[in-house]
């Protein structure tokens, strides 16, 4: 990614904003939402504000990008608890991001009287580091799939994991099987993995690296998002997958990505996956989508 890019301020429908990347031809999150997407994607379905009773807590916050789900966190933990000791590791490739969030004054309202978190992201987006009182943050900056591989050796073990990549047609290398399952082995065995996504080789890739899964309530557009656990995780009950969920991961799109030694480009990992869809004995998911659709025409009609 070019550190040269420039960042330019564009305004959701909650009143915070965005950036849109070139270099990712995507929006850093949807419209409907910056601080509402950290909110309802992640926040709350990590079951941050039950953690925030602990006196630590540990994150993993995957493309960190402006900081919202950082912050988000920061703040909802501290509001329940302000003795409570976070632990953040931040993977991010481009330090021109949160640097830009910060010289564009977009968390100057952050601040208030008990809590300051703009001083925080400023000091991660200057310093990449930061060790106070009831902090400690270290943002890791390069390819996740490298940085990923420092976190394991840490021995990091995460009571909440944001997974926050560009799309998967956009950015396919944060998405892949071998990337998850570096990923899965950050994840605490009581704590939650939280993603926007709700795409089938996501969750594959997911089920694959032996987490459970969940779906998250839509916020803003009809797709849910996903929650990952380990299946030993005590007492933790997941919101199931619907009939139509649970049958789109039996389709082709359910095909994952794979990026066997962690470095291939996205355009060769997209052909790979195309290849093998092509090749593959599982439905395409357009039949199974048009059955679907029949069938459930068909049931509604004779319900009237
Ligand atoms: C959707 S945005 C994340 C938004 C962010 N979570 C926030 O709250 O502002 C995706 C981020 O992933 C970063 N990124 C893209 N490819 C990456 C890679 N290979 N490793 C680490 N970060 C990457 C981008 O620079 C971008 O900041």
Redo the contacts with the bound molecule.
Sequence with gaps: ?SNQEIFIPQPTADGSF?FF?EE?D?L??SHYG?YQ??IHKFVVPTQIEVQAQKSVIRIL???????????AALQTIWSINPDCYIEIIA????SA?PKA?ISNQLFNHWNSAKIDILDILIRISEHHYLEAKNIKANLLL????N?IQQVITSGFQADAI?L???SPPQ?P??WTIEFMQLVSQCLSLTGRLATYSCAASVRTALLTSGLEIGSTPPVGRKAPGTIAIYPQAEGAILPRLSTSELEHLQTRAAIPYRDSQLCDSAAVILERRKQEQQYSNLEPTSHWRKRWDRAHKYNSLSKE
């Design positions: 990614m965005t990347s990712f995507e850093f999150h910056a997407e950290s916050d995957i493309c960190y990008g402006l900081g919202y789900n950082t912050a993977l991010e490739l481009n991001v969030a390069g390819d996740a799939r940085t944001f926050d990549p560009f950015c290398q944060l």
